[in-house]
């Protein structure tokens, strides 16, 4: 079909956001008392008001357009049935199989996927229980009190994100700890807390190559063996996850201690595999199943709901207004939960390695910006930090707010505090502060004349800012799961909207290569090779500091 930009589709949609610039969010709730009511969907426990968008029916419309020109319907299937779509890497997509609760076989080349992963979650209950019952001992007959999970990018975000999220459900006696840097520090500062006899290390690779995860294994495999004095040890204290058996049983680790996953399970995508481990012993089996429940019932919603009345492609196709018509080049993500303070860092790496390609799926160079920049952190933490610049800025940046109407720990009012906080922001964003209000107010406080003209330019708020609300009922592993498959889906349908392929991570590669090639020189086990002059200068000065 050519680029993207140059469909009738996209055309429209151009001229749409030119004639629509000058009417504001405000005037669209003026006008329309039921608006909130026509932007609202409910689906997976996740109630989404979409209402605070610089949309109406039209834009809307030709924004399904535009999925449907693209075949959206047609790749959602591609996806779901096993489909080799990861074309760089030839490798289907099916994290989604993972968490299929359903008796339906899933076919990837001609092979129903299913029984493996029913055998891998059998052998992961199987573990859980041992450890968290305390049958599971360590090499000198103790039970295990700390897990600590070294992995990296999506062997490490995911489970990590999924743990603190889900604290209030956390085993009494367990304490999961993540090593993922290269940097000694987080290593030291982690086994700091820990006693060798109580502790429990997986090492979750995929490929089981990553420079970070087997400097850090060999070196907590050193830690072990040097308390407790018996290279046996090991077989107590160490498990893998990866699809690389042989590596992994090379590193020492008895094939009874591997849990499997498939190549057809993308880094980012993989939390709802044997990566899940830590979160399974942290929160028990059966909490990990309801987190995959809830990341189901988002895919069936996802892939049988009408384009219309779809949560995952409205949020998609808004994103892809702001982006691509409105040169919005951010979007924040600001959770109205504590316990959801990494979400913002997890949905970066999934949607800025899913979607920072440029380069269509055939190769061409885009003519269009692609994957926005994600940020956010923590609601009410923000508001004190950057949400000055969402208000009064110069930049356009969509956000999404989340937030669970119900706490897991009530205290005083503190929850409706923050949920007024929350409401009181998108609110204020949409409706801002008009040069008319700034001066009554301005003149309510007693200020006036040449004090007032000065002030009022800074008290004026543009508005119109637009913003998504997730609400859910209460932030259950089953909610969580709905969340997070939400937000992949939503990467999935830009992705394609984009014509780029959102499951290849080339950029991940090339910092995997480059490292190996300054270390022997820092190691003086090979003379300087050519550097440009500014890396050859940082050598050097490394080389005069250095005690
Ligand atoms: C994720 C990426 C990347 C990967 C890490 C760790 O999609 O591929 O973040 O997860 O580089 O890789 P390993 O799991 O192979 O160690």
Excluded at 48 to 59: A, E, F, G, P
Excluded at 265 to 279: D, F, H, M, N, T
Excluded at 517 to 542: C, K, N, R
Aim: aromatic share 8%; hydrophobic share 40%; net charge negative.
């Amino acid at each position: 079909m050519g680029q993207v930009c140059r469909t009738p589709e996209w055309q429209a949609l151009n001229e749409q956001w030119q004639e629509q610039a000058g009417i504001t969010l405000r005037q669209r709730f003026t006008a329309d008392p039921q608006r909130a009511e026509r932007y609202r969907l409910h689906q997976a426990g996740i109630l989404l008001d979409y209402s605070k968008n610089r949309i109406d029916d039209q834009t809307l419309a030709l924004l399904l357009r535009l999925a449907r020109a693209v075949d959206l319907e047609g790749w959602i299937e591609r996806m779901f049935s096993g489909q080799t779509i990861n074309t760089t890497e030839e490798r289907a997509v099916l994290h989604t199989a993972l968490r299929n609760r359903t008796r339906q076989p899933v076919w990837h080349n001609q092979h129903n996927v299913m029984p493996q992963i029913h055998q891998v979650l059998a052998q992961m209950a199987d573990f859980v229980t041992r450890v968290r019952t305390g049958q599971w001992r360590g090499h000198t007959g103790q039970p295990i009190h700390h897990i600590i999970n070294i992995g990296i990018g999506g062997s490490d975000l995911g489970p990590r994100m999924v743990c603190q999220a889900l604290t209030p459900y956390h085993h009494p006696h367990l304490q999961t700890h993540f090593i993922s840097n290269i940097d000694s520090s987080h290593l030291h500062q982690t086994l700091k807390h820990c006693t060798p006899a109580n502790t429990l290390f997986i090492i979750a690779s995929k490929t089981f190559t990553t420079q970070e995860t087997l400097t850090n294994a060999h070196a907590a495999r050193h830690w072990l063996i040097t308390a407790l004095g018996d290279e046996t040890a090991v077989a107590h204290h160490f498990v893998a996850i990866s699809t690389n058996s042989q590596r992994v049983t090379a590193f020492g680790i008895d094939p009874a201690n591997q849990f499997r996953f498939w190549d057809w399970v993308g880094g980012r995508y993989s939390l709802w595999s044997a990566i899940g481990l830590p979160i399974a012993l942290t929160i028990g089996m059966e909490h990990f199943e309801q987190l995959l429940t809830g990341a189901h019932t988002m895919d069936q919603h996802f892939r049988t709901a009408p384009l219309e009345q779809n949560m995952p492609v409205i949020l998609a196709l808004l994103g892809i207004w702001y982006t691509n018509f409105g040169n919005a080049t951010s979007h924040a993500i600001l959770p109205y939960d504590q316990n959801l303070r990494s979400l913002p860092a997890y949905l970066q790496q999934t949607d800025m390695e899913s979607n920072g390609k440029r380069v269509t799926r055939t190769g061409e160079l885009v003519e269009y910006t692609t994957g926005p920049i994600l940020w956010g952190a923590a609601g009410t933490d923000g508001q004190h930090a950057f949400y000055q610049l969402i208000h009064q800025g110069t930049h356009l940046i969509p956000c999404d707010f989340i937030i669970a109407a119900n706490s897991h720990n009530p205290l005083g009012n503190q929850h409706q505090m923050l949920l007024a906080n929350c409401l009181a922001q998108s609110e204020a964003l949409m409706r801002g502060k008009n040069h008319q209000e700034a001066r009554q107010e301005l003149e309510e406080q007693g200020i006036r004349g040449a004090a007032l003209e000065a002030l009022l330019p800074h008290k004026i708020f543009p508005g119109n800012v637009p913003s998504n609300t997730l609400m859910i009922d209460r932030l259950t592993p089953q909610r969580l799961g709905a969340l997070l498959a939400l937000y992949e889906h939503k990467i999935f349908v830009q992705g394609i909207i984009w014509q780029i392929n959102s499951f290849d991570q080339w950029g991940v590669e090339l910092g995997k290569q480059l490292a190996g090639v300054i270390l022997p020189e820092l190691l003086e086990q090979q003379s300087h090779t050519e550097h440009d002059s500014s890396t050859q200068g940082l050598i050097t000065a490394w080389h005069q500091l250095r005690e």
